[in-house]
């Protein structure tokens, strides 16, 4: 007689932010329910624990990268990666959900059955094939490879005697004091690692960028949360966490209404920073509109100080080829390297590489709609959370949190144990993000869709969700429950 796989009321793939965030939301509003996370991993935090490189750090700021509903501590506004990832293993301690982590279980394939209304989730622990059973998945594990970055091909790789690093497997006896390191790329890895290089010893660090990124510095402490220091820690987060909101929510508006404005005030920002001599357009004015891709933030110029004391620089052109001791521009210049970090950019992985069957067929993500941009059309009892592309990936991950809540509230109430969102034919298609960065165009084709409306519709506006997915009727006429 064949043993029947464990249960679990709600399985949660991925252990990092999201996933402990997941977790702790279901242990306070359904603690009667069985929880387990499964991190493909050894250890928890995510990105978190995975990102070794120099200098890493969060883009957002804490107030509301931070958990709505737990409090980061102090006035650090773009805080350091170790002290982001004591803040993610610190809430779940406290919540109990370290416990309910099941390490090295990389989930290979889920499939739904209509008859039982139940997941069967196929499990490779290390090495040993397993399987779990689940009334409701939730994918947690973000939207990319964790097991390679993006690395363009690269003519004469292979004759550069020094080291070639990716930020994303970054080696810890990686030495480069005193030596001269070239870092490619210009985006928010870049223009960490650069400053943070520079700091630490390196006789010179190259930013060589193809094409410029806007850059902004921010103060490094809140200014407001300092001012503010006296108020009660839950309090003054509350006050600091809406006050960047709203700022994030409005700057956002002004960049897609009046773009050129914002272009000419984040110019005259960096203008202002950088050592005289350099060309600012040359070096940060870009092609295409602010937030058209992310905004970089550099904790109180950061970036711009290492330039002003002559440790770092930018070079801004194409590359013909590595060489022995470097790289050659189109240009002709040749940029001499001991080191050089290909910052790159990162490759998408749609639900983190999980294959979904509903009833014997292959989900094809490509040919779904998301629904609220957090469950796929016509893949039931799933839910994925995927954050702002323009905001804190958190905010957009509670509100998933309280929406799962709620949804899995109102199936008990109404003794239903299925929940799904037909594909409605009427509606149209669009890119899941709109963003014209180069991670998110060569991935597109490999996304689900969103629809030309709501609630098929993201509309990447925190105020605007905090409605459609927290305020709205679950049985908004759309989702069917059976």
Known sequence: M?????????????????????????????????????????????????????????????????FKWRHWEGDVALADGPSILEYVRTVAREYDVDRLIRYRHRVLSASWDSDTSLWTVEIDHDGTPTTLTTGFLWGCG???????????????????????????????????????????????????LVPAMAKAGAEHVTMLQRSPTYVLSLPGRDPVATRLHRLPSKLRYQIVRWKAILLTVATY?????????????????????????????????????????RLCFVPDGDLFKAFRAGTASVVTDHIDRFTETGIRLRSGEELEADVIVTATGLKLKAMGGVELTVDGEPVKMPETLTYK???????????????????????????????????????????????????????????????SSGYIQRALDELPKQGDREPWKLRQNYLKDLRAINRLPIDDGVLTFR
Not at 273 to 281: E, R
Not at 421 to 432: I, K, T, Y
Request: net charge negative; with cysteine.
């Open 373 to 435: 941009a957090l469950m796929l059309s016509d893949v039931p009892n799933f839910v994925f959370t995927i954050g702002y592309t323009n905001a804190s990936w958190t905010l957009k991950a509670d509100l998933v949190a309280d929406f799962v809540c709620r949804l899995l509230r109102h199936m008990d109430e109404h003794g239903v144990r299925r929940a799904v969102a037909p594909r409605d034919p009427s509606v149209g298609e669009e890119q899941l993000i709109s963003f």
């Open 142 to 192: 973000g939207y990319y490879d964790y097991d390679e970055g993006y690395t363009p091909e690269f003519l004469g790789r292979a004759d550069f005697r020094g080291e070639v690093v990716h930020p994303q497997h970054w080696p810890e006896d990686l030495d480069y004091a005193g030596k001269k390191v070239v870092v490619i790329g210009s985006g928010a890895t870049a223009v960490t």
């Open 2 to 66: 064949t043993e029947r796989p464990e249960h679990i009321d709600v399985l949660i793939v991925g252990a990092g932010l999201s996933g402990i965030g997941a977790a702790c939301r279901l242990r306070t509003e359904h603690p009667g329910k069985s929880v387990a996370i499964l991190e493909a991993r050894a250890a928890s935090g995510g990105t978190w624990d995975l990102f070794r490189y120099p200098g890493i750090r969060s883009d957002s700021d804490m107030f509301t990268f931070g």
């Open 253 to 293: 508006q002004l960049a897609q209404r009046r773009p050129a404005f914002v272009k000419k005030v984040i110019r005259a920002g960096v203008a202002k920073q950088l050592p005289a001599g350099m060309d600012v357009d040359t070096h940060f004015k870009p092609a295409y509109n602010p937030w058209d891709q």
